[in-house]
């Protein structure tokens, strides 16, 4: 039944398009503007075959949105009542962005995706949204966030533990390596950081030209770093416990050896920097470099132009670091349910995101995309289906998301206006590694535009 993980996956995790600044402040502007005013919208017209219309805004495109279109298409099928209308709305940010336009001007749709980088600013608008438990409640369905695993469920529950988004596509950081350049150096995967530098030089020395790079440094190398080594990527337990005088924490010693230990490697050909999001892949399908660390669904991509056989192992940790290895988190988005729609749409919005919940949906949708099945339903039906014996490195991702409970500050990074914020440590990185500064210096002055940023998005609340 489930025979492949997707072979035109392009969302690299979830940050397709990058959002500007601007257009982030504008959002935000929006969401505190349309706080707790939710007005009602006009009823949706009925389908050609009378039932009731749910609108759900989608960022998925391409392959991948026929996958969604399939799994919609069976929910219309298994029922009479409800009609699930997939719109596409665009990119990751034009679909916040529009979705929240909409809302304000009472045209919001039924469910909306968002991104998992929209989350804090979706979640501190109480009233432009129905929370998911809540509404499963009044419905009377049953729904946990321990139906989700690890921290797909973490990533989106709010301070008391409850969902107020349902997890949908969601994948984690992952190490590629090519099995052939790693057999003739008779070498395993390295499971630290150490050990990265040590396979890295020995890649080196029988005439690979770098021994790794990194895709989205800003989300692998930050952010998933804190929380899989145990660290602190900002006060408040990374913003889940507040808003007001939330802090970063990234030019402690943590952050700074480690950007300094990269810019060692990088001058001695065993890193190689070479830009943001996931363009550096064509170094690892091209066997410029050993080793790539990127999101769990880039495996598509890789599969489609490697022209060598290659696997995914746990990213690397830091040796000595209390706890670690820890839990990684989620990228990817999640459903919305917004206020305002009419009464009669909101039983059918509860049984579709349930169907969506199902182990066959999440089953089918995993295979499919290459995301993670995001319950444990969903793993269940892989495992006793067989697909983890066909596909033993999907299995990858989802050990590393449940690798330990989660701890307060490696549920989330839950910061508002966090792709300005992930644009500042782009920059930073960008001038250590091309010697302009030190790893300290980049990183004072990282952290300190990354704080005005956050201080800015509290004052919109």
């Not at 995706?113 to 809540?134: E, Q």
């Not at 966030?145 to 994948?171: E, M, R």
């Not at 996931?278 to 495996?299: E, K």
């Amino acid at each position: 039944m489930f025979k492949k993980r997707s072979q035109a996956f392009k969302h690299r995790r979830g940050f397709r398009v990058a959002m500007t600044s601007a257009a982030l402040l504008s959002t935000v502007g929006i969401l505190a503007a349309a706080n707790g005013s939710a007005a009602a919208r006009s009823k949706p017209e009925a389908s050609s075959n009378k039932r009731i219309v749910i609108t759900f805004w989608s960022a998925e495109s391409g392959a991948i949105g026929q996958d969604l279109d399939t799994l919609v298409s069976q929910f219309n099928r298994s029922q009479k009542k409800y009609e699930v209308q997939v719109v596409y709305k665009g990119t990751y940010p034009e679909v916040l962005a529009d979705t929240i336009a909409a809302f304000k001007a009472h045209r919001a749709p039924d469910i909306t995706m968002i991104f998992d980088v929209g989350t804090a600013t979706m979640m501190d608008s109480t009233g432009v949204y129905v929370p998911v438990y809540k509404l499963m409640a009044e419905n009377h369905i049953p729904f946990a966030t321990s139906d989700f695993i690890g921290a797909a469920g973490t990533y989106y529950a709010n301070a008391n533990g409850q969902l107020d988004s349902l997890p949908f596509a969601s994948s984690t950081p992952v190490l590629y390596y090519n099995k052939r350049m790693f057999a003739k150096i008779h070498a395993q995967p390295p499971k630290t950081w150490a050990q990265v530098g040590i396979v890295g030089k020995e890649l080196l020395a029988h005439g690979v030209k770098n021994g790794f790079t990194t895709g989205w440094p800003d989300w692998t190398q930050f952010e998933q770093y804190a929380v899989w080594n145990n660290y602190k990527y900002a006060t408040d337990n990374n913003g889940l416990d507040g808003i007001k005088g939330v802090k970063l924490l990234i030019n402690t010693a943590p952050f700074v050896n480690h950007i300094n230990q990269l810019e060692t490697w990088e001058k001695d050909g065993v890193f190689i920097y070479d830009g943001r999001e996931s363009t550096p892949d064509t170094l690892f399908i091209g066997g410029q470099v050993g080793m790539y660390i990127d999101s769990s669904a880039t495996y598509a991509s890789i599969k489609a132009g490697a022209k060598f056989q290659f696997g995914e192992a746990p990213l690397p940790y830091q040796q000595g670091a209390p706890g670690a290895p820890q839990n990684t988190v989620v990228g990817g988005n999640s459903l919305w349910v917004m206020a305002g729609a009419p009464k009669d749409t909101y039983a059918g919005d509860a049984q579709f995101l349930h169907f969506l919940m199902s182990g066959k949906s999440q089953g089918y949708w995993a295979s499919q995309t290459g995301y993670v099945p995001v319950t444990t339903a969903g793993v269940k039906t892989l495992d006793q289906s067989g697909f983890y014996l066909s596909h033993p490195d999907a299995l990858v991702a989802v050990h590393e998301l449940t690798n330990k409970p989660a701890k307060p500050w490696t549920r989330a990074i839950r910061l508002g206006n966090l792709s300005e914020i992930r644009d500042i440590e782009n920059a930073a990185i960008t001038a250590v590694f091309s010697g302009k500064e030190s790893a300290k210096q980049a990183l004072d002055t990282a952290e300190q535009q990354g704080n005005a940023v956050l201080a800015q998005f509290a004052a919109q609340y």
